[in-house]
């Protein structure tokens, strides 16, 4: 028997869709940190500083739920535009919580890597995140990914100027160009693609994530603060997703 269906059989929980397959990967939009601390009448930071606390909770779920890879909308390219307090406030406690967690997750057996465009990124953050990756590399268990400083637009664009100087240079003939292709230039070049999306705070949008590799994945919407996101929120979700019947565009006899 599989560690995957040990676990379910031990949890009692049977992550699988109508097609037979669990959600393998899940990313999720974490959404409502700053509402949270306002309602408590605290700095939207202190939302923020909550909201991290919960990535542990959910990767800690995801080996007992069959989730291997999991993916994090940490900051987008967009959120630049927030205050300058907000943001350096955001960049600080980046640098903390991956300083305090590395040692945290290699323990647990969690690989984690990165997406997102680094260059604008200070490079105390950038070298704690190749350290984070390297630390990690051989980790063989939950898949981790956190998207800093990330845009679905942006990661397309980005790998476009890639594929570009690959025809350029010679390295690749545009007539064989498909939409095998792009994906090979893309930062998540080497994950499978979401099976499930999930967005907290009761906001029903995308907002610029995973816009290419989240082309057939199924989405929950729920109204629940990130920070008030538990384990047993995330169960829900994925036993949601076994009565989910993904035809991918064809029709199933």
Known sequence: ??????????????????????????????????RWAQMRKRPRLFGHQAGARRVREVVEACPELGVEYVTIFAFSTENWKRTQTEVAGLMSL??????????AFRAENVQVRFIGDRPRLDKKL???????????????????????????????????????????DGKLDPDSVDEETLPKYLDTHVLPDPDLVIRTSGEARVSNFLLWQSAYA??????????????????????????????????KA
């Open 1 to 34: 028997m599989s560690v995957r269906r040990a676990a379910a059989k031990a949890t009692g929980t049977k992550p699988k869709g109508k097609d037979g397959s669990g959600p393998r990967h899940v990313a999720i939009i974490m959404d409502g940190n700053g």
């Open 218 to 251: 199924e989405y929950e919407f729920i109204d629940t603060l990130w920070p008030d996101f538990t384990r047993d929120v995330f169960a829900e979700l994925v036993k949601n997703y076994g009565a989910r019947d993904r035809r991918f565009g064809g029709v």
């Open 94 to 103: 980046f640098r903390r919580y991956i300083r305090r967690e590395m040692e």
């Open 126 to 168: 950038r070298d704690l995140m190749d350290e984070a990756e390297a630390f990690t590399a051989d980790c063989t268990g939950t898949n981790l990914t956190i998207a800093l400083n990330y845009g679905g637009r942006d990661e397309v664009a980005r790998a476009t100027k890639r594929l570009a100087r690959d025809v350029a």
